[in-house]
């Protein structure tokens, strides 16, 4: 007799309009890799130019309305930056919680899942509180959430919600002890990083040249540190060019910081054209810095692709940051928000070719431990898991 295989109800925010559009996809990454073995249904929020009914990569998604279509923009990006971007954009907070809840309670009726995995504490790890007391959830923060919201008058709601969740999946060591420090058991709480889709990586060839091409991955936001790197650059005493792949409510103001420099912005790249951006330039540099929100990054899935395709990395020394990128070995560390260190860092890099090599091979070895079919070959045991936990 065939076992019944798992159902997963997946709950997410921030999801792709269409797969290769430059929004990150590792929330459908893992759904596809899930859905090898599972049957996965993804409910995500509505967003500009997304169909109500589609598939990614095979996997079903459904999207829920939540406020008139002309301005319906909440998710698209980052939910709390684009609050900050626009303060109007609160306008669309209580319809979004109340449109996700009702929508939640109609898929577990028609899906009826075993088990719900919820990205993010806010808002769906609250919206699957508010409905649901009989289905375990699996909860994964990324980061942004518990760092933004866990020293507010929002730390009793987040308490609530991670103790209603069977097992809450965190991006690296710090986050697990933020989350441990709300009272929440250490065995319910692992460390579970996000995987990159490394399939059709381009590999990079680590060159000589006059001009360093560098490249900046990224939503245009305080906490990824932009700011920083445009006044490093200032100093550097190599030529180069840099090319801004991303955008964010911050454009306006680095774009004026940045006039008159050899800096392109040139928006969001599908994955293919930016796969190909890897190959291309000379470095990446991910200048990640803690927002005065408390928000920052955990473990950025720009970085897992671009250490696979080999080009070498100078990156911020955060918790998660630093459990791939070790420093000399796979890339350069510097200390968040240092300028001149950053400056330095860069002449460096870009004077030592026999140093990029290094970095790049090493770099390849190290994220193909981090890749998403071996992250759901992790994940799916821990749903099945979680699944029996009624």
């Known amino acids: 007799m065939t076992e019944r295989r798992t159902r997963v109800l997946l709950l997410a925010s921030t999801f792709p309009a269409e797969p290769g559009d430059g929004t990150p996809e590792f929330v459908g990454d893992l759904a596809v890799e899930l859905a090898k073995t599972m049957d996965v249904r993804i409910l995500v929020p509505s967003v500009p130019d997304a169909p109500t009914r589609s598939t990614y990569r095979g996997v079903d998604i459904y999207r829920f309305r939540f406020f008139p279509r002309r301005w319906e923009d909440l998710a698209d990006g980052a939910i709390l930056e684009n609050i900050r971007g626009r303060r109007i ?3 669309q907070i209580v319809p979004f919680f109340v449109s996700e809840i009702y929508n939640v309670a109609r898929h577990i009726r028609s899906f009826k899942p075993d088990v719900i995995h919820a990205f993010w504490i806010i808002p769906q790890g609250l919206s699957a509180f508010v409905v649901n007391r009989k289905i375990p959830v699996l909860l994964t923060t990324l980061g942004g959430d518990l760092y933004a919201l866990v020293d507010t008058p929002l730390r009793g709601l987040i308490t609530r919600i991670v103790k209603h969740a069977k097992h809450t999946t965190v991006m690296n060591a710090q986050m697990k002890g933020e989350v441990e420090r709300l009272g929440i058991d250490p065995f319910a709480v692992s460390v579970e990083p996000m995987g990159a889709d490394l399939s059709g990586i381009v590999p990079h060839d680590v060159r000589e040249t006059d001009t360093v091409e560098i490249l900046f991955v990224g939503r245009l936001v305080e906490k990824k540190g932009l700011r920083h790197l445009i006044a490093a650059l200032k100093d550097v005493e190599t030529n180069y060019r840099l090319t801004v792949i991303g955008h964010g409510p911050l454009e306006e103001e680095l774009r004026q910081l940045a006039d008159g420099m050899p800096v392109s912005f040139v928006g969001e ?28 990054d955990g473990l950025p899935v720009v970085l897992l692709e671009s250490l696979a395709s080999g080009l ?3 990156a911020s020394d955060l918790p998660g940051i630093d459990t791939v990128v070790s420093h000399r070995k796979t890339g350069l560390l510097v200390t968040p928000g240092d300028e001149a260190a950053l400056t330095r860092a860069i002449d460096e890099l870009a004077a030592d070719t026999e140093l990029r090599r290094t970095l790049s091979e090493a770099g390849k070895d190290r994220a193909a431990n981090r890749s998403v079919v071996a992250v759901g070959e992790r994940y ?6 979680i699944a029996g936990m009624r």
């Open 89 to 91: 954009r609160a306008l």
């Open 269 to 296: 790249k599908p994955k293919t054209e930016l796969r190909a951006c890897y190959s291309s330039a000379d470095m990446i540099i991910l200048p990640s810095v803690r927002a005065a929100s408390g928000d920052q």
């Open 380 to 385: 799916a045991p821990l749903l099945k898991k």
């Open 312 to 314: 070498p990395t100078i």
